[in-house]
């Protein structure tokens, strides 16, 4: 069964910069999984910030950016602000239809 | 503008049925693959399964395979989950989501499914 890791729980200062990964449990994660990040506060839906590894959705701010760091996917965020404390999870392609989350990053900007 | 409307959950006993609905509008529904989400009470986010624009194709998690049905009715605009022999750890907030490409561009708001006895 394929896992998708990321870290349960980060902290950045305001104005600081930190990075969220999501790997694979037996495998590189590559653009041909085409990763995606969400961004999510309680009790919203999801917000989606990046897709395609590292284009930013509509509306997002460009002090995040998507890439692939080693053998896993990665967000950065630069210049972190308060509203910027959310959960926020990572899609991968599987192939063969199939697409699996991560578990998802607490984000606390303290 | 794109809306996805979720309708259909409840509280339902262990082993009975539920289908969800959602409802687009705002584009062009039968141009996009769907997705079915959902997030148990403090967890994190659980893919459950897609199915391609024009029906033709459905894919699953393992955890709903061979109880849970993706559907859809491109003349209702309407995306649908037939859920049976439901658990008590299918109970979820269940998010439809629009799939561009290979990634999620809209979500719906969700509807809270609860299985208990």
């Known amino acids: 069964q394929t896992v998708v890791t990321q870290e349960p729980a980060l902290s950045v200062s305001p104005g600081g910069t930190v990075t969220l990964t999501c790997g694979l449990s037996?495998?590189?994660?590559?653009?041909?999984?085409?990763p995606s990040w969400y961004q999510q506060t309680p009790g919203q839906a999801p917000r989606t910030l990046i897709y395609?590894?590292?284009s930013r959705s509509s509306g997002v701010p460009d002090r995040f950016s998507g890439s692939i760091l080693g053998n896993k996917a990665a967000v950065t965020i630069t210049g972190a602000q308060a509203d910027d404390e959310s959960v926020y999870y990572c899609?991968?392609?599987?192939?063969?239809?199939?697409?699996?989350f991560g578990g998802g990053t607490k984000l606390t900007v303290l | 503008q794109v809306q996805l409307v979720e309708s259909g959950g409840g509280v339902v006993q262990p082993g009975r049925s539920l289908r969800l609905s959602c409802a687009a509008s705002?584009?062009?529904?039968?141009?996009?693959?769907m997705h079915w989400v959902r997030q148990a009470p403090g967890k994190g986010l659980e893919w459950v399964a897609l199915?391609?624009?024009?029906?033709?194709?459905?894919y699953y998690a393992d955890s709903v395979k061979g109880r849970f049905t993706i559907s859809r009715d491109n003349s209702k605009n309407t995306l649908y989950l037939q859920m049976n022999s439901l658990r008590a750890e299918d109970t979820a907030v269940y998010f439809c989501?629009?799939?561009?490409?290979?990634?999620?561009?809209?979500w719906g708001q969700g509807t809270l499914v609860t299985v208990s006895s």
């Open positions: 989501a629009r799939i561009n490409n290979w990634w999620i561009d809209y």
């Open positions: 705002g584009f062009t529904f039968s141009i996009n693959g």
């Open positions: 199915i391609w624009y024009d029906g033709s194709k459905q």
């Open positions: 037996s495998d590189s994660v590559s653009t041909s999984h085409h």
């Open positions: 395609n590894t590292n």
């Open positions: 899609l991968l392609y599987m192939g063969s239809g199939i697409w699996v």
